[in-house]
């Protein structure tokens, strides 16, 4: 159905997608967990395969008609393990957060010991939260970052894992820029007796594409995302070392997921293949390098950027030196046209987040390069600075407006 058809039979809902592919054009998209879908994936997610319900797993299907169903699924896996160096991928599951539990049930009985990186440091509330059911279902414990280096705290996570013995030991990040060391993490579990599982969700275009580390051979399970840095679906999946994929198979299907999305799983397969054309490792390289610049370009300017810098598509501001705090300055960008969120920034005592979390991604897709991490910059600091009013903001606005137009964003 094309977007006039649509118009017709439901004009509110044209209206709303009207919309929002406006507001993608006209904003600066600085959210790290966002990306532009390619139109190829954007066609599979909406194409025929959205009439098929399947159910089971690969060449044991429990509906007839499932032998295309059967080749996506396995042509995405088959994919994915190639791209990571897996021994076993699972593609059915709907997101990141999902794959992590799906993980989580795979390898843990409720109440089992976990240790896992902190979510107050940037890791994901589905590592075990204290808002999220994570937290309810496991037991977990965390260990955190080293405040003089504001490294991972390797010795602290290796302390605590040998007098808890947990089961399984997790990883990964949604806001803490710096590359983790996946075989010392994976040296600290096995001495403890547990598993180290890696989540790589805003990670996986980064790794795909060799820019960032990758966790295997190290990791025993990793979970992934096609959203983010892959530039592709909103969906997630989970791979293995071949003595858990019995135990990932089962815990997916049945165990969380009855009818995967066949639509999503097909975008799935498309994003993964792309992530190994030359023109997608270039698109990564670019995401990091104007990542990188960006820090040093803010703090020329006088903001403090968490750790110094970042290793990857995503820096956490400090804005606490302009005497605003996270939440303002995320508001004050949003009316300017520039979309980002506050986080916390790590031993901050202050119980309004002091933060504003930036990606790089959807900046880079439009083409944009070091003098335009420049003008950004200077965009931040005329918004942040003291006495800055209506005035500043109709300026940021204008010169909004100017990248926006010059820059065009891909409409699907």
């Known amino acids: 159905m094309d977007t006039d058809t649509l118009k017709i039979k439901d004009e509110e809902l044209f209206q709303c997608l009207r919309d929002e592919t406006a507001r993608q054009k006209d904003t600066l998209e600085m959210v790290a967990s966002e990306s532009i879908q390619p139109r190829e994936a954007l066609l599979l997610a909406g194409s025929s395969f959205n009439n098929k319900t399947s159910t089971g797993n690969v060449g044991r299907q429990r509906l007839l008609g499932s032998q295309n169903a059967d080749r996506i699924e396995r042509m995405a896996a088959e994919r994915a393990c190639r791209v990571f160096g897996a021994d076993y991928a699972n593609m059915l599951t709907y997101s990141g957060t999902v794959a992590n539990f799906c993980a989580y049930n795979a390898v843990l009985n409720f109440g089992d010991p976990v240790l896992a990186l902190s979510h107050s440091v940037g890791a994901h509330q589905s590592h075990g939260g204290e808002n999220n059911i994570s937290s309810r279902l496991y037991n977990f414990r965390y260990f955190g970052l080293d405040c003089e280096t504001l490294d991972i ?77 892959m530039c592709g679906p909103h969906s997630g999946f989970v791979m293995c070392k071949k003595e858990y994929a019995s135990r990932i198979e089962n815990s997916v ?40 610049y960006l820090c040093r370009a803010l703090t020329d300017r006088g903001f403090s950027v968490f750790t110094g810098g970042t290793d990857c598509h995503m820096l956490l501001l400090d804005v606490s030196p302009f005497n605003t705090d996270g939440v303002q300055f995320s508001e004050r960008l949003e009316k300017a046209g520039i979309s980002a969120n506050s986080k916390s920034i790590p031993f901050e005592k202050s119980s309004i987040p002091k933060g ?49 137009e010059t820059f065009r964003y891909i409409e699907p």
Do not use: C, W
Request: glycine share 6%.
């Open 153 to 229: 705290d390797y010795k602290t996570a290796e302390r605590i894992a040998s007098g808890i013995a947990p089961k399984l030991i997790v990883v990964g990040s949604a806001a803490y820029p710096r590359n983790i060391d996946y075989k010392r993490m994976a040296e600290i579990a096995h001495k403890s007796g547990a598993l180290l599982m890696v989540d790589i969700a805003h990670y996986s275009g980064l790794i795909a594409a060799g820019v960032s580390p990758n966790p295997f051979p190290y990791a025993d399970i990793v979970a992934a995302s096609t959203t983010k840095t």
């Open 253 to 292: 299907y049945p165990g969380y997921v009855a009818s995967p999305h066949l639509q999503t799983i097909a975008a799935m397969a498309y994003a993964l293949k792309r992530s190994q054309t030359e023109e997608f490792r270039d698109l990564m390289r670019r995401v990091v390098a104007n990542a990188k």
């Open 356 to 404: 504003v979390r930036l990606g790089t991604v959807v900046l880079t897709q439009r083409g944009m390069g070091e003098s335009e991490m420049d003008r950004v910059a200077d965009i931040f600091l005329l918004l942040a600075r003291e006495g800055s009013g209506d005035a500043e903001l109709l300026q940021a606005r204008s010169e909004v407006k100017k990248l926006a």
